[in-house]
């Protein structure tokens, strides 16, 4: 059971191919910041690796053959590719699974409002975040507004060195007495979340000049009005690039690590591909933050649904080959893992803690305390994963989310194990989990990649 850094068994070709992937990674962690963007760059580079939209099959009425790729999106934020194997897709599907969305500070419906002088949007946090972290720091705004004609405006405001960021003041530390006596939880109020956009007036104008003449600029550049943020998705994130961390810059800096990382692994190892025997999915959701619920989120029908109608595609649908299909399935619900701290000790068991730099991290199960909300995988299934990874040389590790009673957390696996398939908990170890700036080991993402690459050609 020795832990071993996995940075010494590779020569130098391979560790060259670790910062090119890295470097891949880091490029798509910095372009891609909300669910959308991810959906809309996959969707491309699944084209270009052949992948055709399953509604084009659908509406043409042609067959599905082994060897043929496919994809499937819902509503740009759920994206399911499939390629097929040789095997009749009842005997069970190896399947990648993810998410894409990540904590964030979602702008309400009604949000600009002016006070004293100055503009600002009023926003709801999404996910588990520590409030007091998202102040003090640049924002970039991405999203989209949907105006009532269906015009759709996409938003990206904050990431070209030219633009401008925007951001949420904090107290300073000469006037925080009263501040600094509550406890982390009530630093920060959620209703004090507000972003400052601005604070020049509009000439002529009595009644909130500011807040009008922001309505101006959004009107010249977007050719929206304060109406449109009705129908708008608009998230403001960390402002800026990932970056290379560390002085050996072993380590990636970014917003969208969790889980971002198992996504881009997942969906690398999916595109690289080659003749399967099973029928390969790579699955990335949405809504996992708030409890995978929703049209895009795990607990919809939306992945079941596209598995009959590939099945269909392939002359095998019935709706008890359906339930077979996904019953005979494994998976790997891929989230990432705390990463052992030594700043924090007091909260991790050494001996089951993830380890940054070694390798990819399984959890058996996950859950708070007493495994509740767990999906607590097979021992068999572990076995014969253990099996794979071992004969393609892929560094792993086992690890639990924290001590047992500190708290815990959840994934996408019990919902997928709802069907009956195996599913286990796998991921990249991850320090600062849900901050605005996450931290990942770059040959922990590559040793990923190779994870899910050899699941798919040998489970």
């Known amino acids: 059971m020795e832990r071993k850094n996995v940075w010494l068994k590779y020569d130098e070709a391979e560790k060259k191919a670790v910062y090119d992937f890295g470097e891949e990674y880091r490029i798509f962690l910095s372009e891609c910041k909300t669910e959308r963007e991810c959906v809309t760059r996959m969707r491309a580079q699944a084209e270009e690796k052949g992948y055709e939209d399953l509604e084009k099959i659908l509406a043409e009425g042609r067959t599905l053959r082994p060897g043929d790729k496919v994809y499937a999106c819902c509503m740009g934020k759920m994206i399911a590719m499939f390629h097929m194997g040789t095997e009749p897709m009842e005997k069970g599907m190896a399947i990648l699974g993810a998410h894409i969305d990540s904590p964030r500070l979602d702008i309400k419906q009604i949000p600009l409002y002016e006070d004293t002088e100055m503009a600002l949007l009023d926003t709801h946090y999404y996910g588990g975040v520590k409030k007091y972290q998202w102040v003090a720091l640049p924002l970039a705004l991405h999203g989209v507004v949907v105006k009532k004609n269906g015009q759709k405006v996409e938003i990206n405001l904050g990431e070209a060195p030219t633009d401008p960021v925007v951001g949420i003041s904090d107290l300073l530390p000469h006037l925080a007495h009263d501040q600094m006596a509550k406890n982390a939880e009530k630093v920060i109020d959620g209703e004090n979340l507000n972003i400052l956009v601005g604070s020049i007036p509009l000439a002529g104008e009595e009644k909130e000049p500011v807040k009008k003449y922001i309505l101006k600029l959004l009107e010249e550049k977007y050719g929206i009005e304060e109406a449109d943020f009705i129908s708008a998705e608009l998230e403001a994130v960390p402002a800026g690039p990932a970056r290379d961390y560390g002085l050996d810059s072993s380590m990636i800096l970014g917003y969208g690590h969790d889980d971002r990382v198992c996504a881009y692994t997942s969906f690398r190892a999916m595109l690289d591909m080659e003749a399967p025997k099973r029928t390969c999915v790579c699955l990335l959701v949405d809504k996992e933050e708030i409890g995978s619920v929703g049209a895009t989120g795990m607990h919809s029908k939306f992945f079941e649904n596209m598995v009959a109608e590939v099945m269909n595609c392939a002359g095998q649908y019935s709706e008890l080959g359906v339930r077979r299909a996904l019953q005979h399935s494994k998976m790997l619900s891929s989230d990432v893992s705390a990463a052992y701290d030594p700043n924090y000790p007091e909260v991790m068991e050494k001996n089951n803690a993830a380890y940054m730099s070694n390798g990819l991290c399984f959890n058996k199960y996950t859950g ?76 922990d993402v590559y040793e990923a990649y190779r994870g899910y690459g050899a699941f798919l050609k040998g489970i």
């Open 368 to 443: 708070s305390r007493g495994k509740s909300g767990s999906n607590d995988a097979n021992p068999e299934y572990m076995a014969e994963i253990r099996q794979v990874l071992d004969e393609a040389g892929v560094a792993w590790q086992t690890s639990e989310l924290g001590k047992v009673d500190q708290g815990g957390g959840g994934t996408i696996a019990y919902i997928m194990a709802n069907y009956g398939m195996e599913v286990i908990d796998c991921g990249v170890a991850v320090q600062n989990m849900h901050a605005p700036w996450e931290v990942a080991g770059k040959a």
